[in-house]
């Protein structure tokens, strides 16, 4: 793997918190039967996936999350549609690809590794899944290139900008390359919010998918916990030609997609059942000095440096 690819430094210890309130056991196997029974029939229909109405499609992907025991609410402005249309969203979980697709359905940029999946790989390709060598710097622009013509033939398209998963509470920035490709394409960009909420309103890390947590294991931690809710909050759309360059484009997104409210958060209070404690990692403040104001950087920090100025886009 490349040295220079985006990371959180979130992980599954010290951001993710235990279920404080468990479903029982039969109905979270029943809960995991039915979402992997669901996303076998997606994998199987993607190659045809175009031609079912849009409307379909989106109730696949709620009935996806709602299987998982998850409620979804969706907020916000409605998605334009009939023209190419580029969907960015902050990343916490593997919930967030459905629900995207329940705001308006788009092929996904993934990592290279999945196109070679046996049988899957295949089906996805064919499902319209953009791919992108994450350990290639200069493989970037034909990626972003291959972004713009599947919007300029009237495709959504869904990527996460920060270019890895965290866990709700801290967020990183968003990086400005696949924003090329909407410039070069002409088409509107729509900044998609998600969240995730316990069963009191709080912000929730259980659905996160952070730093070596083995899928399984989050998939178990979502179907296992009760009162679990996903909103998805769908913000005014940036049109053609409402930012000069890619940079500008890329930060006011981020504006509107990660600096919103603050999440309320329930402190941990000795003695208290259930209590969530708070989370060890934060998000940096762009004020802090960095390390090469402090120390002399070497030639990994380097790279690592270059490739989060090109905005790599996929976890």
């Known amino acids: 793997m490349s040295v220079w690819l985006p990371s959180a430094p979130c992980t599954p210890r010290a ?16 809960r995991l039967t039915a979402v992997v029974v669901l996303v076998l029939v997606g994998v199987v229909l993607a190659p045809v996936g175009g031609r079912f109405p849009s409307r379909v499609v989106r109730y696949w992907s709620r009935t996806v999350v709602r299987a998982a025991g998850v409620r979804v609410r969706v ?13 960015v969203a902050n ?26 999946w046996p049988v899957a790989g295949t089906l996805v390709a064919r499902g319209g899944v953009l791919f992108i060598d994450r350990d290639r710097l200069r493989a970037l622009p034909a990626t972003v290139a291959r972004i713009a013509d599947a919007l300029r033939a009237g495709r959504a398209v ?22 090329q490709a909407a410039l070069d394409a002409r088409v509107p960009v729509q900044p998609v919010r998600i969240r995730y909420r316990d ?22 931690r979502v179907v296992s916990a009760r009162g679990l809710v996903a909103e998805v909050e769908v913000l005014p759309v940036f049109a053609p030609g409402s930012h000069p360059d890619r940079r500008a484009l890329a930060a006011a997104a981020g504006a509107q997609v990660l600096d919103g409210p603050p999440e309320r958060q329930v402190m941990a209070r000795p003695g208290r059942p259930g209590a969530v404690p708070v989370v060890a ?3 940096p403040d762009p004020r802090e000095p960095g390390p090469s104001r402090r120390r002399r950087r070497g030639p990994r920090e380097v790279l690592q440096g270059a490739g989060e100025r090109a905005g790599f886009p996929a976890r």
Do not use: N
Request: hydrophobic share 45%; glycine share 8%.
């Open 158 to 179: 869904a990527v996460f900008p920060e270019g890895s998963t965290w866990c709700g509470r801290a967020q990183g920035h968003f990086r400005r390359a696949v924003f």
């Open 91 to 116: 990343h916490i979980s593997w919930l967030d690809i459905p629900l995207l697709a329940a705001v308006r359905p788009a092929g996904m940029l993934a990592k290279d590794e999945i196109r070679r």
């Open 15 to 30: 951001c993710v918190e235990a279920t404080a309130t468990r479903t029982t056991v039969p109905r979270a196997v029943l």
């Open 75 to 87: 907020t916000g402005a409605t998605a334009p549609t009939g023209t190419g249309l580029l969907l």
């Open 199 to 220: 069963r009191a309103g709080a912000a929730s890390t259980v659905a996160a998918f952070v730093g070596d947590d083995p899928l399984l294991a989050s998939l178990w």
């Open 281 to 283: 990692c934060h998000r």
